[in-house]
């Protein structure tokens, strides 16, 4: 079996119970979209019309749903600007940065799905 790093959380179905971290993060991670919010989040603040129109097939309701979801864990700010017509952006909080590492290892696990 190999060494794990004394400060890395235990992975073993045993440690899942209902405050088991990674089932906390697959819980708001889970979905078709939000991963690919998140991912088109992570260079920078974005527009609610830029989201949409860069994740093709996605409806404006569940665009909506999922992030709201996400601010209401705080991982996104929204941002409304009193113009007209209304501008929305969007940004992700440092806690929603740290999801950077999730979506490169999930990237990374997908090309090497294509590889096998």
């Not at 749903?65 to 969007?90: D, G, M, N």
Request: hydrophobic content about 40%.
């Amino acid at each position: 079996m190999p060494n794990r790093p004394s400060q890395a959380p235990a992975l073993v179905a045993a440690d899942c119970t209902s405050a088991c971290p990674v089932r906390k993060t697959a819980q708001i991670i889970e979905g078709k979209w939000t991963t690919q919010i998140v991912r088109d989040l992570l260079p920078g603040k974005r527009r609610y019309s830029e989201l949409l129109a860069g994740l093709p097939g996605i409806s404006p309701k569940i665009l909506v749903q999922r992030l709201r979801l996400l601010e209401s864990h705080k991982l996104l700010v929204k941002t409304t600007f009193a113009e007209v017509p209304p501008r929305t952006e969007y940004r992700l909080t440092p806690l929603g940065l740290r999801l950077e590492g999730v979506i490169r290892e999930m990237g990374r696990f997908g090309e090497a799905l294509g590889e096998a």
